[in-house]
């Protein structure tokens, strides 16, 4: 099903295996989800993904957690990645996300898609009070 | 610049006043900005619109303002919409976001569209750990 | 404006004359757009896209003038190809298209773009009664 | 494979049940579709989806039955929505689209989509002649 | 799984056969793959399809096969065309791109992604030294 | 026009001016363009940008620089990018890329498209024969 060959034994390559060393390390967990095993079969590009995963998402910032999950799963689901749409509504699920907020989360999804047609059809000029520059 | 005519004197039709009173009394402000001023040629979609992006945008729920605009943002980004994308950055700044939370707000944005196109490419299956139904 | 350079005599290169020729019969009219003007540029091209667009949608067909022009600026609104959807709406309205029409095409657009991000971010399976092979 | 669990008994819930009922009087058949059935754990959501999508495209308007199927499906194959597309195109062959019509919409789809890359691509100016405003 | 059925005999429709004897021809092997298969159910359309592809991708032109078949899946990926992703990557591998070239590949889509989000996002004006205009 | 307001004297701050030497002396050109001049505005974002378009982009590599411009565009065409479009045509047409290789692109991206559509359209089964894995 997929277009890159997973390795068999992906830690054997030292790379790879401190790439999953840490990606176990920072989440607390044993789990390597698919991503990563199939970024395996080419380790410049794994160490390149994760560096900017762990940097963006992982690391203590202004937004919390299940904010960052949610935006991220929104660009994702406009996106139509089927992968990243269910890693990142399971990631804002394990960083708290209840299930009324993954409705609200949905309907604003679903509202902005609609308006964005809408805009895009009709087309009309931006506002100058909306301008950052002026 | 648009595919529909904005009426010249949109709050003649009644029901188009209604809603111009509306967004006014709902978002505190004079300003009613050309979305509305466009949709005002279709009244009956002008309305639609409105009642579901107060219902969803403009109502206390349970995930804040801010955060509500972030998402929708992150939408309109995605679907290349220019209007909306200069329309709900700026409604997350009028809300709170500041320009620290806006550049994290990018960074989430772009390295989203950065995996969603290698997942896109590499297409590996969905882990069973992630799915809802099981 | 454009990435290509239209040529300040386009159709001074025969094999141009003849497809703004065939355009203007085709139509019955004068006019000749920008997206041919700019074509022009690459001779090869501007005639494989006229030949497509003519077969498709300046032949009597099955469906109505007027519907072919609302499916392809469908498409065009939900590429957020500004020309396109400027262009299409513009020729649906030419094959009659009136404006209660087309707030009803945009209402289907809207509703659509609405589903499809639901459902991209729902995913459930697709029902085996919808299935043509079955 | 969604990242919605549908509630096993959905209409022992009365909100659900209601929207149930109303989309087999609707549409006259008792069978009802995985899209209501994994919302049903969103019942809120699902009143709302529904009462769009009877608006939209099941009662009576300007443009028949066919054709606004055709125009829905037409969004959902851009935005690449697998659920929507098998969803649309099957609702289209049952509002009388015949084979022969497929075949000439999936023609008009395709070209509007090549079309629509070598504009994103050229990005010539909007002829004057196209704008509704002038 | 289809919205389209594949005839079970496509060649005998002559049409049909004439398509698959050019492909098996043109490829040199005798595999005709599923997309073909299933385009049988519409001969002209199949016979439009196959003369596009044979005259864009499988006739000598200046760029060199395995470029070609890059950029085209470059396309689908931003597109989400599962099919055209694995047809096109593998086409890519049978011209000759190796796999080292293939992870420089999915470096370069992904990084095209992400600052093509972060360019809808930010709307800069583009330089005037960019526009082939002047 | 933007949503981000570009400092008017961006090389006050040391960390833009570091990144503004490294474009000039990568390039072997004084000329920065609007991009770096809006993402001054956050200059950890502005050296992240930076940091991965030098990599990927700007260092030789397998693939040659033209071919790489290429596929850049290709993205950026799909994603509806209208500055990436401009200044990755422009890169392409720098680093050589003639005027019947940029017709010949985008003969590939507008086919590519096209049948991306009609694929996403009729879903059929992905080959076998085109899986990695197997």
């Known amino acids: 099903m997929a277009t ?3 390795p068999p034994d ?4 030292p790379r790879v295996a401190a790439v999953f060393a840490d990606i176990r390390a920072t989440r607390g967990s044993d ?17 390149s ?7 963006v998402m992982a690391t ?21 990645c089927d992968y990243c749409t269910h890693s990142h509504l ?9 299930a009324a907020e993954q409705a609200e989360f949905l309907r604003i999804v679903a509202t ?12 009309p000029p931006v ?3 909306f301008l950052a520059e002026e």
Do not use: C, H, Q
């Not at 992906?10 to 390559?13: K, L």
């Not at 902005?112 to 087309?123: D, E, S």
């Open 90 to 98: 399971a990631a804002a699920r394990a960083r708290g996300m209840t």
């Open 10 to 13: 992906p830690e054997a390559d």
């Open 127 to 129: 506002d100058r009070a």
């Open 4 to 6: 890159l060959r997973p």
């Open 112 to 123: 902005a898609a609609r308006t964005n047609a809408l805009l895009n059809a009709i087309r």
């Open 49 to 55: 993904v994760w560096a900017e995963l762990k940097a």
């Open 60 to 80: 203590p910032s202004l937004l919390e957690p299940k904010v960052k999950e949610m935006i991220y799963a929104a660009v994702s689901i406009a996106n139509a």
């Open 31 to 47: 789990f390597v989800n698919n991503v990563w095993r199939y970024l395996a079969a080419e380790p410049g590009l794994l160490e």
